[in-house]
């Protein structure tokens, strides 16, 4: 089944413990994104990445960091997280031309920073 | 700067009746138009994808439309059903670049029995 894995689910820790979000994606897409949903601001681009070692950011990327290592996966790391990343979180992915192609994202990944 | 309007934020309906929700957008360059259907705490997921040529798609009981001259599209659902009820994002591309995707707020739909 084609799909877009994202774990944790949840996760609820504290500020400045570094935390990993891991995307997998199995659909051999090009292009994988981080967004971030918060109540009445919709969903908000943190990080793209077009290809394996090619990412660049969106535009809510301060207080990230991503890596393409292999194409399939894409992790979201937090270094020092702080409570106003408390957010729902996805991963999504489609083919290289992105702007034709439709988006698959995954079931999302709720955090809570205390 | 690229922006989507959608209106209302908020809809209740009752099950069985037709509601038409709205997306405004001022994109350019455009390259389609996306709705999204998202469940609460789930991912979107895709429900029509309509290019510049394109005046009306339909899946199922939805139906969108766009007029690429005054940047407008609808999704008009038909019989409504409590399934629906869920989030509906607008998202226009703007064709290629680091920043293609604009999305929408969306808004919220809500089915009564």
Same mark, same amino acid.
């Given at each position: 089944e084609a799909q877009v894995t &994202? =774990? %944790? #689910? *949840? $996760?609820?820790?504290?500020?400045g413990?570094?935390?990993?979000?891991? +995307?997998?994606q199995n659909m051999n897409h090009e292009y994988? @994104?981080? *967004? #971030?949903?918060?109540?009445?601001?919709?969903?908000r681009q943190i990080y793209y990445s077009m290809n394996v070692e090619v990412t660049d950011k969106?535009?809510? %990327?301060?207080?990230? /960091?991503?890596?393409?290592?292999? /194409? #399939? =996966?894409?992790?979201?790391?937090l270094e020092s997280p702080s409570p106003n990343q408390t957010s729902l979180y996805f991963c999504a992915s489609s083919f290289r031309d992105r702007n034709t192609g439709e988006l698959f994202f995954g079931e999302g990944s709720r955090l809570t920073v205390l | 700067k690229n &922006?989507?309007?959608?209106? %209302?934020? @908020? $809809?209740?309906? $009752?099950?069985?009746? =037709? +509601?038409?929700?709205? +997306? =405004?957008?001022?994109? @350019? %360059?455009f390259s389609n138009l996306r709705w999204y259907k998202q469940d609460t705490g789930r991912g979107p997921v895709s429900l029509t994808i309509m290019t510049f040529s394109e005046n009306t798609k339909s899946n199922g009981r939805y139906t969108a439309t766009l007029d690429a001259d005054t940047k407008q599209s609808s999704l008009h659902i038909t019989a409504s059903q409590l399934s629906d009820s869920a989030s509906y994002i607008c998202v226009v591309s703007a064709g290629g670049g680091a920043d293609g995707l604009t999305f929408g707020k969306g808004t919220h739909l809500i089915i009564q029995p």
């Open positions: &994202q =774990n %944790p #689910r *949840y $996760l609820i820790t504290v500020t413990k570094k935390l990993t979000v891991t +995307c997998s994988m @994104s981080w *967004y #971030r949903q918060d109540p009445g601001l919709g969903l969106g535009d809510v %990327p301060e207080g990230y /960091k991503v890596s393409r290592k292999e /194409k #399939r =996966n894409f992790p979201l790391i | &922006q989507v309007e959608q209106s %209302p934020q @908020s $809809l209740i309906i $009752l099950e069985g009746k =037709n +509601c038409t929700l709205q +997306c =405004n957008y001022t994109v @350019s %360059p």
